[in-house]
Nanobody, 122 residues
Framework: VQLQAFGGGLVQAGGSLRLSCAASGRTFNSYGVGWFRQAPGQKREFVGTINGSGGSTHYTDSAKGRFTISRDNAKNTVYLQMNSLKPEDTAVYYC????????????????WGQGTEVTVSS
């Protein structure tokens, strides 16, 4: 599975942004997809994940109520809708695929996309 994340950019605090994670591979719907982020000087942290069918999601506390993960398996794409963005959401965001679900540890994800940078200005 090859993944490519895109959609990052500069947004003001309180604004919204939608990231996309496009995947190649015919078995994409058998993988859970997670979103992680890494701020400068910080460790990579889990944001949320969605199962293969798209019927279940799990989020970290900081993302609950503001971020929504969805997927369109017909398009081999997973989305991260981010609302009410805060300056502390500034980071490089990564998508990753895992054959097991749910997984919150980055070590459990076998495939990674390149990151897309999100900057939230105050």
């Amino acid at each position: 599975v090859q993944l490519q994340a895109f959609g990052g950019g500069l947004v003001q605090a309180g604004g919204s942004l939608r990231l996309s994670c496009a995947a190649s591979g015919r078995t994409f719907n058998s993988y859970g997809v997670g979103w992680f982020r890494q701020a400068p000087g910080q460790k990579r942290e889990f944001v949320g994940t969605i199962n293969g069918s798209g019927g279940s999601t799990h989020y970290t506390d900081s993302a609950k109520g503001r971020f929504t993960i969805s997927r369109d398996n017909a398009k081999n794409t997973v989305y991260l809708q981010m609302n009410s963005l805060k300056p502390e959401d500034t980071a490089v965001y990564y998508c990753a695929a895992s054959s097991s679900w749910p997984e919150i540890s980055f070590a459990r994800y076998e495939y990674w996309g390149q990151g897309t940078e999100v900057t939230v200005s105050s």
